[in-house]
């Protein structure tokens, strides 16, 4: 099949898209109102885009709650969404009023983030604190009737890394298992079985591609 994507006539009973573009990370996005009010949600429209420095973005599909208090306070956290923290993750995902506070409702703990004025998930194994820089309208978004999507991009200030998750120097995502957001309702769990490692090739004096040494990290 190949088919009109701004016209979306797949024909199928859903959507691919999202399983194409696919497994995404999660951010389980952090944030407060000017009144205090706490929000965490997650949001699979989610990346790092920057390394250096630390830039990461999400997408807002409509104007939620985490948007509108993001833009309010300049500050939000996006913690690691885990196996171990599924079922609340996807509890702080229902649509709710703005005055109900989702770390209550999923039943976790939480707490504030150091470099920003956010909270966060207090058992995550990682979070990233960070300082809103730019909201973009997208192409055919319109507050006024909130249509469209609206991409929050935050600089990274601070890291929080659970020491219990520090392995030789290195971050033990083997522990930490990520969830990975898939198409549909499906998601994918990072674990050892699946992670392997390679260096980059490098060319030698004749142009031709040589492996370069294996990677000496976690996943012998
Ligand atoms: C795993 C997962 C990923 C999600 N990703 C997104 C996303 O990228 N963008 C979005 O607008 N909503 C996403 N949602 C839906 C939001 O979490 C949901 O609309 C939530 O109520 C928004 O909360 P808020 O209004 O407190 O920000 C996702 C939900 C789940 C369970």
């Known amino acids: ?4 994507a701004r016209k979306n006539n797949h024909g199928l009973p859903h959507d691919p898209y999202k399983a194409i573009v696919a497994p995404r990370p999660i951010g389980w996005i952090g944030s407060q109102n000017l009144n205090g009010v706490r929000n965490l949600a997650p949001y699979s429209y989610f990346n790092g885009v920057s390394d250096k420095p630390h830039y990461v973005m999400f997408s807002s599909v409509g104007i939620k709650d985490s948007l509108k208090n993001i833009e309010e306070t300049g500050v939000f956290t996006a913690s690691l969404a885990t ?10 995902s229902v649509t709710a009023d703005t005055k109900i506070d989702e770390f209550k409702l999923s039943g976790l703990k939480v707490r504030n983030a150091k470099y920003v004025d956010a909270p966060c998930v207090a058992d995550s194994p990682a979070v990233l604190e960070c300082e809103l820089w730019k909201v973009i309208d997208l192409p055919h978004s319109n507050r006024k009737d909130n249509t469209g999507s609206y991409i929050a991009i935050g600089h990274v200030i601070g890291i929080y890394i659970d020491d219990d998750f520090i392995t030789d120097g290195l971050f033990d995502i083997r522990k930490a298992k990520p969830l990975g957001r898939l198409g549909y309702m499906d998601y994918g769990i990072i674990n050892s079985e699946n992670i392997f490692s390679k260096n980059r090739p490098e060319l030698d004096e004749e142009g031709k591609v040589k492996d370069t040494l294996e990677w000496d990290g976690l996943y012998k």
């Open 1 to 4: 099949m190949h088919y009109d």
């Open 83 to 92: 196996h171990k923290l599924f079922e609340q993750m996807n509890i702080s």
